[in-house]
Structure formats: structure tokens, C-alpha cells
């Protein structure tokens, strides 16, 4: 399901606010930066000029679809998209273990799709995780090591998609209270896509013990 104008125009607020900088602390930014005075700073050391020549000038956002579980049956729509994927399908999952999707997974990586998935370590030790038969197709697995819960939930495909939420790739996810977001966004996929590989050079290629 789309969403409605005024919801498309409010998430892309809140993105061009996420994409300003990277700090934790953000400024807020006027809602039309072309009313703030020229000599007033956003954010950080950056002119409104040189704020809205990286950001406001560009399409940040091409698309948002939202689905709640059970009703829109949310794995059905994860499905088309690593479908879909040609190049390459970054997953960090908190629990891996929905059928449908792990074979949709390999299939991505039979066409060729660069595919690695990250696990949380503690919850890839159930036995109905799908690493173990991810390793054994020849799909990229790393656990995280890093200290605490590694509680990710989301999936980049080619740079371009991003498939978040609070719903884990599980049977139970999807037929629990959960959300999914998709956006289609070179900006979105490319700040997840830095998050990804930031977890994934400190990730052990194989679980410990």
C-alpha cells in the first residue's frame, strides 16, 4: 500500500533531518529552507547553500510502502524484491529462520546476487536458524561480535531498496504485531549499506564454539 501525500512529504522530512550529518545531536532544520537567513548555519558548519546543493536539490526519497503484520502478510512482500535483486542483497537479520525466505535467498545467490547476511550470534544458535544451510549453499554468513544484541532488522538490495521494520525474518514475525517499511532511496540504502559493512569487518565468519 502507498502511502497518502501528506505521509510521503512527512517521511521526507524526517529522512532530509537524518541525512544532514551523522551526529547523534541533530539541529533542527526549518520545514522551508529557503525562509531561513542566509547567515544563519543548519547544521554544523554548513551554509544553507551548501545545505541544500547536498541535500534539498536532490531526490532523496523515490518511494515509501508500509505494511503491517499479520494483515498485509509482510513476508510476501519481501519476497518480489530479493526477487528482483540483480546485484548484490545485504541482509543483517536479528533471527533468520522463514522458509520462504531463506529460499528466496537462495535463489538470489544461484543468479549470481552478491549475498551476505548477518546473524545476531546468540539467536543464530536456535535450531531452526538458516545459517548453517546459508554456509552450506555458498551464501556469505557472519555473526556479530560486537558487544550486546546485535537487534538489526533490515535488507539493502542493489544499493537502491530498503527493506526495514520490526519484523525478523521468522514465521512468528510475520504473523505477529510487526512493521515493515520499503523505501527506495539511493540515500537511505547507502547510509544502511556503511552500517552494514561497519558490523560485517568485525563479524566472525564462523560461530564461535
Not at 541482509?91 to 546473524?119: E, N, P
Not at 555458498?138 to 519484523?167: A, C, F, H, K, P
Not at 510487526?178 to 559493512?197: A, D, G, P, R, T
Request: charged share 20%; with cysteine; net charge negative.
Amino acid at each position: 500500500m502507498e502511502l497518502s501525500d501528506m505521509l510521503v512529504f512527512a517521511a521526507i522530512g524526517v529522512v532530509v533531518i537524518f541525512m544532514i550529518g551523522k551526529s547523534n545531536v541533530i539541529t533542527p532544520v526549518s520545514s522551508n529552507i529557503s525562509q531561513i537567513p542566509q547567515t544563519q548555519t543548519a547544521y554544523g558548519n554548513e551554509t544553507i547553500d551548501e545545505l541544500k546543493a547536498r541535500v534539498c536539490d536532490k531526490p532523496l526519497v523515490e518511494r515509501i510502502d508500509t505494511y503491517f503484520c499479520p494483515e498485509d502478510a509482510c513476508a510476501s512482500h519481501i519476497i518480489p524484491i530479493i526477487e528482483g535483486t540483480q546485484n548484490t542483497l545485504y541482509i543483517a537479520m536479528y533471527s533468520f529462520t522463514h522458509k520462504d525466505l531463506y529460499d528466496a535467498v537462495i535463489r538470489a545467490k544461484q543468479r549470481g546476487v552478491d549475498v551476505r547476511v548477518l546473524f545476531d550470534l546468540e539467536q543464530s544458535a536456535g535450531k531452526s536458524s538458516v545459517d548453517e544451510d546459508l554456509r552450506t549453499n555458498m551464501v556469505q554468513v557472519r555473526y556479530d561480535t560486537n558487544q550486546g544484541v546485535m537487534e538489526n532488522r533490515y535488507l539493502i538490495s542493489d544499493g537502491r531498496i530498503s527493506i526495514l521494520g520490526s519484523m525478523s525474518y521468522s514465521d512468528e514475525s510475520n504473523i505477529n504485531n510487526n512493521n515493515l517499511i520499503v523505501i527506495v532511496s539511493n540515500y537511505i540504502s547507502n547510509s544502511y549499506k556503511e552500517n552494514f559493512f561497519k558490523l560485517w569487518e568485525t563479524g566472525a565468519i564462523k560461530a564461535p564454539g
